[in-house]
Structure formats: structure tokens, C-alpha cells
């Protein structure tokens, strides 16, 4: 099984910004959908964003209009714009991707990367 592989996470104030990117593995083929969960200690993994090969988004109501999600297929990679970073999104973030191929259907996780907002 292939892997993804996280970056860009870290301290910021709030009102600040991040870009999150994710890069699966060349050994992972027919992904279709790529998105970014989240989660915080004692709470469930909740969605942040996803993105399908076509380019449709679906994001949390807690992040539209402040992160912006976008992927380039060439490189099988999704990236995370995150703008007017707020306490309340500090969690671990985690890249996730979906495979489809004639042997079913794939999920993959990425390790997960910190996103902390604070001053």
C-alpha cells in the first residue's frame, strides 16, 4: 500500500495562514477523491475539505470562505490554503485519498501534521 506524505504545519498567531500539502505515493493509483481531516484530543476526526479528481469541493461550515482546498492530479497531490486562522482550528490535520482500482476501493491516511493557532 502506498503512502502520503504531509507538510506544512506548525505554529501560527490568529489571523495568520498555512498551506498544508500532500503527496501520495506513485504506488497509489486511481485516487478519485483527496481531502483533509482534522482532530483534536477527546473528539472525533472531522472533515475540513475534499476534492474530487474533477475538482469539486466540499468543505466544513467552520472553514468556508477562510480555506481554500485545490489538488494537481499530474502530481497526486492536495494542498490546504488556510486564511484567518482562528484557535478553535488547532488539531492535527490529516491527508486522506481514495483509490478506486479492479481490486475495490482503497482509503488511504497520511501520518497526520500539527496545526497549532495561538499567541
Known amino acids: 500500500q502506498g503512502e502520503l506524505v504531509e507538510s506544512g504545519g506548525g505554529l501560527v498567531q490568529p489571523g495568520g495562514s498555512l498551506r498544508l500539502s500532500c503527496a501520495a505515493s506513485?504506488?497509489?493509483?486511481?485516487?478519485?477523491?483527496m481531502g483533509w481531516y482534522r482532530q483534536v484530543p477527546g473528539k472525533q476526526r472531522e472533515l475540513v475539505a475534499d476534492?474530487?479528481?474533477?475538482?469539486?469541493?466540499n468543505y466544513a461550515d467552520s472553514v468556508k470562505g477562510r480555506f481554500t482546498i485545490s489538488r494537481d492530479n499530474a502530481k497526486n497531490t492536495v494542498y490546504l490554503q488556510m486564511n484567518s486562522l482562528k484557535a478553535e482550528d488547532t488539531a492535527v490535520y490529516y491527508c486522506?485519498?481514495?483509490?478506486?482500482?479492479?481490486?475495490?476501493?482503497?482509503?488511504?491516511w497520511g501520518q497526520g501534521t500539527q496545526v497549532t493557532v495561538s499567541t
Open positions: 506513485g504506488s497509489i493509483f486511481g485516487i478519485e477523491l
Open positions: 486522506n485519498a481514495v483509490s478506486f482500482t479492479r481490486f475495490g476501493r482503497t482509503i488511504h
Open positions: 476534492i474530487t479528481r474533477g475538482g469539486s469541493t
